[in-house]
């Protein structure tokens, strides 16, 4: 089945997308939450034109994306405090919501949803990749460090 995202899907794509999923997700939970809409002729004719219509905007968030990559790539000295056990482990975990807060210390705002991130239980050096749009990503590299007792 086709749709059309009405908005970004994480793990699947990005606003005004043509994508193909699985019958049962799209009419089962894409469709009814509002979050797409089936691609249909006059759908695709309405999309195209829209698209038309909003490439200065389009370009406009992509030029601030790009920015804001030039930002984050820059920044060096992420430390994230953790309680440490005697093997080197943190307790717990690292998440995307950490990164995000330390951005924010740095002033730069980040969705902490476009914050992808592996599983990071040890201490040591990690990147962290945000993407900021389809085209545009960005890598920030944090350390994780034992916190002082």
Do not use: C, W
């Not at 994230?80 to 995000?100: D, E, F």
């Amino acid at each position: 089945m086709e749709i059309i995202l009405k908005e970004n899907v994480q793990g699947l794509g990005f606003k005004n997308e043509i994508v193909t999923v699985k019958d049962g997700y799209g009419r089962n939970f894409l469709i009814p939450t509002g979050k797409a809409v089936i691609a249909s002729a006059s759908a695709k004719k309405m999309l195209a034109e829209n698209l038309k219509q909003q490439a200065h905007k389009l370009e406009k968030i992509k030029n601030e994306a790009v920015a804001l990559a030039e930002k984050l790539n820059a920044v060096a000295d992420i430390k994230i405090a953790m309680k440490v056990s005697v093997t080197g482990s943190i307790y717990g975990s690292v998440t995307n919501l950490q990164i995000s807060e330390e951005l924010a210390k740095r002033g730069l705002e980040v969705d902490r949803k476009s914050i992808v991130l592996k599983e990071v239980k040890q201490v040591g050096a990690y990147t962290a990749v945000v993407k900021l749009h389809k085209d545009v990503s960005a890598e920030v590299a944090f350390e994780v460090v034992a916190e002082e007792a």
